[in-house]
């Protein structure tokens, strides 16, 4: 984890100043590492490895909604490495009673999740964005699905642009509370 | 779900952010919680009246040095705390220095005085209003505190849940203060010092709860 420091930090330090490129570049990045520590950690923990993807996107939802946490002048990874820890922990006591059956099963799960690198998550996007409030919904398909701008979005949704934004932000604050209630597993 | 979907979904649009340093929140929870416990003491217990009294004054000055102290250093573990990783960047052990200091000027002051006044040293006059003032009066506090936390993103729970209640002990310490008439240290050492450390004891109790994200 010390190599890509540099690189993912100029990605960082462009992302926080609005570049949408290196905003996607660097949470692609991110999303490569959190797999593969995920993958371990589940593994060495007798969970099942199928339950990695879950835990990618909870993270990468969390370190998109709390980028503003992130201190420009310290390094990044030790930021995103707290991060990616405490939503393991956290789902490793939530999923602590439903899973008590399974350390047999853990060694196939390390092979069998190992060659499937579709990264897909057990989760519903359409199915979690049907239980977001209407005025949210719209604001976040139009601007972040369908890629229009602030000001069509606010004429399509009814809205002003101010809370086209707002409506996006608690949106996806929403968002990131379901997928976490969602991966109880 | 794909991931690419979702990377999508997070990079489409605009992405910048609020640069709004995190240490400003922490700021107006502070100025929150300040203002909240004075009114709080102004408008129920009332100010003592000798606060102009030269002697008031010097005993209220060590009080206020203490209180003000864990205030400080409260707020400054918590503009960390509420950090990804910043429980690692700090020692949170620092908080432990105003109440050994206190401790250790009410000890010099008992050893100075004859046993049998000792007792009435730390029970003081009011001893149970002081014990039910400072929790009841960081509640506010404690609420903007919390509120403040939660906006950022802390990683150890427990521990900012503490040092929150911590400061809204002091915050609340600091205020009441200005209404309580029992000045002797052995008493701000135990009842003081006590009911913010039980401050403390209950926001390590709530915070895994309220502060989770």
């Known amino acids: 984890m010390i190599s890509p420091e540099t690189e993912l930090r100029k990605l960082m330090l462009a992302s926080l100043d609005g570049?949408?490129?290196?905003?996607?570049?660097?949470?692609?990045?991110?999303?490569?590492?959190?797999?593969?520590?995920?993958?371990?950690?589940?593994?060495?923990?007798?969970?099942?490895?199928?339950?990695?993807?879950?835990?990618?996107?909870?993270?990468?939802?969390?370190?998109?909604?709390?980028?503003?946490?992130?201190?420009?002048?310290?390094?990044?990874?030790?930021?995103?490495?707290?991060?990616?820890?405490?939503?393991?922990?956290?789902?490793?006591?939530?999923?602590?009673?439903?899973?008590?059956?399974?350390p047999i099963d853990a060694a196939e799960d390390v092979t069998a999740g190992d060659d499937r690198s579709g990264a897909e998550s057990s989760l519903d996007l359409a199915r979690l964005m049907e239980l977001l409030p209407e005025k949210m919904r719209c604001s976040i398909v139009a601007v972040k699905l369908d890629g229009r701008s602030v000001a069509e979005a606010a004429a399509r949704c009814g809205v002003s642009e101010s809370s086209v934004k707002i409506n996006i932000h608690r949106g996806l604050k929403r968002l990131a509370a379901s997928i976490a209630k969602e991966s109880r597993a | 779900m794909k991931t690419e979907e979702l990377l999508d979904l997070l990079s489409t649009g605009d992405v910048g952010v609020d640069r709004t340093p995190h240490s400003w929140t922490i700021g107006a929870a502070v100025v929150i919680g300040a203002v909240a416990a004075l009114?709080?003491?102004?408008?129920?217990?009332?100010?003592?009246?000798?606060?102009?009294?030269?002697?008031?004054?010097?005993?209220?000055?060590?009080?206020?040095?203490?209180?003000?102290?864990?205030?400080?250093?409260?707020?400054?573990?918590?503009?960390?705390?509420?950090?990804?990783?910043?429980?690692?960047?700090?020692?949170?052990?620092?908080?432990?220095?105003?109440?050994?200091?206190?401790?250790?000027?009410?000890?010099?002051?008992?050893?100075?005085?004859?046993?049998?006044?000792?007792?009435?040293?730390?029970?003081?006059?009011?001893?149970?209003?002081?014990?039910?003032?400072?929790?009841?009066?960081?509640?506010?506090?404690?609420?903007?505190?919390?509120?403040?936390?939660?906006?950022?993103?802390?990683?150890?729970?427990?521990?900012?849940?503490?040092?929150?209640?911590?400061?809204?002990?002091?915050?609340?310490?600091?205020?009441?203060?200005?209404?309580?008439?029992?000045?002797?240290l052995p008493f701000v050492t135990v009842w003081y010092g006590g009911t913010i450390l039980l401050c403390a004891l209950a926001g390590a109790a709530l915070g895994p709860r309220l502060l989770r994200w």
Not at chain 1, 19 to 38: E, K
Not at chain 1, 75 to 100: E, N, Q
Not at chain 2, 129 to 151: G, Q, Y
């Open chain 2, 39 to 184: 009114i709080g003491v102004a408008f129920v217990l009332g100010f003592r009246p000798d606060l102009a009294d030269s002697r008031a004054a010097g005993f209220l000055v060590l009080k206020l040095s203490f209180t003000i102290a864990v205030v400080v250093l409260a707020s400054f573990l918590l503009t960390k705390l509420a950090r990804p990783g910043g429980e690692r960047r700090t020692r949170p052990i620092l908080i432990v220095l105003p109440f050994a200091v206190i401790a250790a000027l009410g000890l010099v002051n008992l050893s100075f005085a004859p046993p049998a006044h000792w007792e009435a040293m730390i029970v003081g006059d009011q001893w149970l209003e002081c014990l039910l003032s400072i929790p009841l009066i960081a509640i506010v506090p404690f609420a903007a505190t919390i509120w403040a936390v939660r906006k950022g993103a802390p990683t150890n729970l427990r521990l900012a849940g503490a040092v929150a209640g911590l400061f809204a002990g002091g915050v609340s310490a600091m205020a009441y203060a200005l209404h309580c008439m029992d000045d002797l």
């Open chain 1, 19 to 102: 570049n949408a490129v290196a905003h996607r570049a660097l949470l692609s990045r991110l999303s490569g590492h959190l797999r593969a520590y995920y993958r371990s950690k589940l593994a060495r923990a007798g969970r099942s490895v199928g339950d990695a993807e879950d835990l990618v996107q909870e993270a990468v939802l969390a370190i998109h909604l709390k980028r503003h946490t992130y201190d420009p002048t310290e390094p990044l990874t030790p930021w995103v490495h707290a991060i990616a820890r405490f939503k393991l922990i956290d789902f490793l006591r939530r999923t602590r009673r439903s899973t008590t059956d399974l």
